[in-house]
């Protein structure tokens, strides 16, 4: 999609956000968080809901787990600059509860229009909640920095910053994989190029 049209629709979605009625987190936020990034972005982040100090200012990961992504992100080449960072859902849950099946269901409409606007090559999920929606009943432990290929696109599930930050064992783990993604995008970038000469072969003069 063009730049100019994904930053239009994505400022659609988040005035929408912003006032949105539509499950019952509305009823205690501060602030929405539609999330911010370049709308041109090739790899898009997806956490799981506010926080406290993301719900105070209304931007996604703001707080000690957000100074921690933008570590993870310098690890793997990139900026906040360079990505697009969303959540689950935008608006906190209480006491920073789990979202609910239907806040998740709720909020999902979002999400998607995000993804659709953005097109990015590669998706990392941060923590469950966002993993469920695309490996449904798997184990972080189990699947966490394999990238799998979903439709056009590359889903690369990690630990959620905020748990691996606290736990050493983690952090670890955490750190390989956002370094591992360079490799990542690099693959779907010699699979996008595979593709596009399987439906546009090199030009014929290059025999002549
Ligand atoms: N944790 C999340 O999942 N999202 C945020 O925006 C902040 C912390
Ligand atoms: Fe609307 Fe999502 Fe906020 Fe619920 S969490 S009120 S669905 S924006």
């Not at 990034?37 to 200012?57: C, F, K």
């Not at 998740?104 to 953005?118: G, H, N, V």
């Not at 799998?148 to 952090?171: D, E, F, N, T």
């Not at 970038?189 to 014929?204: I, K, L, M, N, V």
């Amino acid at each position: 999609m063009d730049q100019t049209r994904a930053s239009d629709d994505l400022t659609v979605i988040a005035e929408e956000v912003k006032v949105c009625p539509l499950c019952e987190l509305s009823r205690t936020r501060t602030h929405a968080v539609p999330g911010e990034g370049n709308p041109d972005a090739r790899v898009m982040l997806i956490g799981e809901g506010p926080g406290w100090h993301e719900d105070q200012q209304g931007k996604p990961f703001v707080g000690a787990s957000g100074k921690f992504l933008s570590e993870l992100l310098a690890k793997a080449g990139l900026t906040r600059e360079d990505v697009f960072i969303t959540n689950v859902v935008k608006c906190r849950p209480p006491s920073n509860r789990d979202p609910l099946p239907d806040e998740i269901q709720a909020c999902s409409q979002y999400l998607e229009r995000q993804i659709a606007a953005i097109d990015p090559d590669v998706i990392v999920t941060l923590g469950r909640f966002s993993m469920s929606k695309y490996f449904p009943g798997e184990r972080i432990s189990r699947i966490h920095g394999q990238a799998k290929r979903i439709g056009k696109r590359l889903v690369v599930p990690m630990y959620h910053p905020a748990a691996a930050l606290h736990q050493s064992s983690l952090r670890g783990a955490i750190e390989e994989d956002f370094a591992a993604l360079p490799k990542v995008l690099a693959d779907q970038e010699r699979h996008r190029q595979a593709a596009s000469e399987r439906d546009d072969p090199p030009a014929q003069q290059s025999l002549f």
